[in-house]
């Protein structure tokens, strides 16, 4: 049974800075294709950035520069490193594992965690 656990939400003050974690168990994540998305209210979820079994990357527009994905394989673990937060950053931030196509940005996932809020004020 796969699970997906995000930590490392919370508030902070644009300019700042967060990372996010997501702990997998039951899944492999060196050899996964992952995803974070996030979700306002209101708004429909959106990929945020992607990486595959190769650690290639893929970025929305609006992370850019300053959204970093990464894996740390030792730990089983899936990061976004978030810096220059904006207050249009502020949503609950899902991690994604088993893409179906590789760096994708699009909600075709086979797992999902339950979410970590992150809440940017100005």
């Known amino acids: 049974q796969v699970q997906l656990v995000e930590s490392g939400g919370g508030s902070v003050q644009a300019g700042g800075s967060l990372r996010l974690s997501c702990s997998a168990s039951g899944y492999t994540v060196s050899s996964g294709w992952m995803a974070w998305f996030r979700q306002a209210p209101g708004k429909e979820r959106e990929g945020v950035a992607a990486?595959?079994?190769?650690?290639?990357?893929n970025y929305d527009d609006s992370v850019k520069g300053r959204f970093t994905i990464f894996k740390d394989n030792t730990k089983n673990t899936l990061a976004l490193e978030m810096n220059s937060l904006k207050p249009e950053d502020t949503a609950m931030y899902y991690c994604?594992?088993?893409?179906?196509?590789?760096?994708?940005?699009?909600?075709?996932?086979?797992?999902w965690g339950q979410g970590t809020q992150v809440t940017v004020s100005s």
């Open positions: 990486i595959d079994s190769d650690s290639n990357t």
């Open positions: 994604a594992a088993g893409g179906r196509l590789a760096l994708s940005l699009h909600r075709d996932y086979t797992y």
